[in-house]
């Protein structure tokens, strides 16, 4: 005799997983600021002279970013 089978799942889906955007304030500053130091280190970078290409690299300083949990989780 057939027995019923009951088959189920649960799917989630984070919006980081899916490469979904923060649209938070906190988030899209932290985000303008390092890709703004990132252009800035990397002209720095191209216009020094080889010789001292090591001096300019440790002069490069970048505050650590001070990231929102509250604006990722409300994504």
């Known amino acids: 005799m057939p027995v019923p089978v009951v088959r189920a799942f649960t799917a989630y889906a984070y ?5 979904a955007r923060p649209q938070g304030p906190y988030e899209s500053t932290a ?18 002279p080889p ?9 490069l300083d ?3 970013t001070r990231h929102r949990h509250r604006d990722i989780r409300e994504l």
Not at 15 to 19: D, F, Y
């Open 15 to 19: 919006p980081r997983a899916l490469n």
């Open 31 to 48: 985000r303008a600021a390092l890709r703004a130091f990132r252009t800035e280190a990397r002209k720095r970078l191209r216009a020094a």
């Open 51 to 59: 010789d001292a290409l090591l001096r300019v690299a440790e002069e």
């Open 62 to 64: 970048h505050p650590p």
